[in-house]
């Protein structure tokens, strides 16, 4: 390295000639000799190129010499070789900058090591079917800013494969912040075989024939304040082989399909806003352990808040969903199947326009709905279909009162809208009859009625203004246990 030395006592002056001509010293060392060493880097930007574009012609900069480095009417030309020309075996990153607008014809693809930050808009050229920005066995890359525009309205031919604007693959170690995605060619954001360690901050995926943001085979991906709308299909779709994602703190709107699909294992989905969608959050088949907790669902005209349906060969295991706040549902606000020991715990349902507030269908066993509040529902409150048995129901507000019970041996305590009663149990060689005091102010209105075996197959049951007597039919075994629950409306 080639050094300058000068006196001392030339400090000040060089100083003060640095603050008029803005150059920048990136290290001034003051020896035991009293001597100043300005080296090479003194003089270098905090980027390794930099990419511009003057009457027609784009150029790559160097940030350590200032020299142009490479020069053509095309723009992807110049960008891929400033990020092919970043030094090679690093294991530090690099930055190449990309200032004003762009189009590209063809892929820009990112090595390690790399943050690439975009101040202004790159489009892709018209009537090219093509991923934008690629990562392919690549890790530690950042990309930060701008807009990346992939002209669908601009494309004439068929799809030829799965396309998206930001692409990776077999990849890790990838972080995107604040770059805005418009009218996508498919996906937006494509997280594709073995991509891990992504971390997705405030990116706006806008329009578009398919997803938003899609992790596709991945693992440990979070998206925190992101926005999807205007999606042909899902903002969010997390597929199959996607665990431990997380989506969180983010918009999901005006979207044709889906605010959120989920067909993977172990995901979140966490204070999030989802609204004008067919469903809030959709849990496929074998997506176990899934959470959804704390979101805000609105404006389901044609589905569901919540849905988790699962398949009697194919359960959702695991299924956790607290605290969220589901309004205007076209449909049912939280409709479970197959879901066997899911928590539905602390919800609100507000306004379904069909069907009932929360719903559990066939092969719902030993669910827990605790803590949980509905009104304005067009039917039930809350309804336990046939198929399910041990379903636990605590202290739920249903101030409508209109809920139903078609389950096996389900217990109920301390919930609104009716009065619970203790169970009666009874011996076939004795008691062929129930009848237990309700303590309601007159002749049950309603009376919902259960029991702990499927050998009863039906029952009659009578009311008087203290009692409820009910006669079940079919072979009774040895012993029997039915639950009977009670409610007067005036």
């Known amino acids: 390295m080639r050094e300058i030395k000068l006196k001392t006592t030339y400090l000040a002056s060089i100083i003060l000639v ?22 090479e880097n003194s003089f270098r930007n905090d980027y390794s190129y930099l990419i511009f574009e003057d009457g027609g012609t784009y150029y790559a900069k160097s940030g350590e010499t200032g020299e142009i480095c490479w020069s053509s009417t095309n723009a992807a030309t110049v960008i891929q070789a400033a990020l092919n020309g970043l030094t090679s075996g690093r294991t530090w990153k690099e930055t190449v900058i990309v200032n004003g607008n762009f189009t590209i014809n063809t892929l820009l693809s990112i090595p390690s090591y790399t943050k690439l930050i975009i101040n202004g808009k790159i489009t892709s050229a018209s009537n090219v079917y093509m991923n934008m920005i690629g990562m392919h066995s690549v890790h530690d890359v950042e ?12 494309y004439v031919g068929e799809e030829t ?22 009218n996508s060619l498919y996906d937006h954001y494509l997280f594709d075989t073995y991509t891990t360690d992504v971390l997705v901050t405030k990116c706006i995926a806008d329009g578009g024939r398919d997803d938003g943001f899609n992790p596709l085979e991945t693992a440990n ?8 709308k205007n999606m042909g299909n899902d903002g969010f779709h997390i597929s199959t082989s996607s665990t431990n994602v997380t989506v969180s703190n983010s918009f999901s709107h005006d979207n044709t399909a889906n605010g959120i699909t989920n067909y993977g294992k172990g995901n979140k989905f966490i204070g999030n806003h989802l609204y004008n969608n067919t469903c809030g959050v959709q849990v496929v088949a074998g997506a176990n352990y899934t ?6 669902i609105i404006g389901t005209s044609s589905g569901i808040g919540i849905i988790a349906e699962g398949s009697s060969g194919n359960k959702i295991f695991g299924l956790n969903i607290h605290d969220n706040e589901v309004f205007l549902s076209g449909n049912w606000g939280i409709y479970t199947a197959y879901t066997p020991y899911a928590k539905i715990i602390n919800n609100f349902v507000d306004t379904t ?20 509040t509905v009104i304005n529902p067009n039917r039930d409150d809350f309804n336990i279909y046939t198929g399910n ?40 060689t004795t008691t062929t009859t129930a009848v237990l005091n309700h303590g309601l102010a007159s002749t049950a209105t309603y009376v919902w009625v259960s029991f702990n075996t499927s050998a009863i197959t039906g029952y009659t049951c009578t009311s008087s203004t203290t009692q409820v ?9 040895e012993s029997w246990t039915c639950y009977v629950r009670a409610e007067y409306q005036p």
């Open 143 to 154: 990309i930060e800013g701008g807009i990346l525009d992939n002209n669908e309205a601009n």
């Open 469 to 477: 007597t009910i006669t079940p039919t079919g072979t009774l075994p």
């Open 389 to 428: 048995a041990g379903i636990r129901v605590i202290a739920n507000d249903f101030p409508k009162g209109y809920v139903e019970d078609a389950g096996h041996n389900s217990k109920w305590f301390a919930n609104t809208g009716f009065v619970t009663e203790n169970s009666f149990s009874g011996a076939n």
């Open 161 to 182: 494969g799965v396309v998206a604007i930001i692409y990776s693959q077999h990849s890790s170690s990838i972080t995107i912040n604040r770059v805005t995605t418009r």
């Open 353 to 372: 326009a069909l069907y009932d507030g929360i719903a559990l269908q066939i092969g719902c066993n030993n669910t827990i709905v605790m803590g949980n």
């Open 221 to 228: 991906i979070l998206f925190d304040g992101c926005i999807a």
């Open 18 to 39: 640095a603050v008029l001509t803005t150059s920048i010293f990136a290290a001034i060392f003051v020896g035991a000799a009293g001597e100043t060493t300005i080296t």
């Open 291 to 296: 959470e959804i907790a704390s979101n805000i």
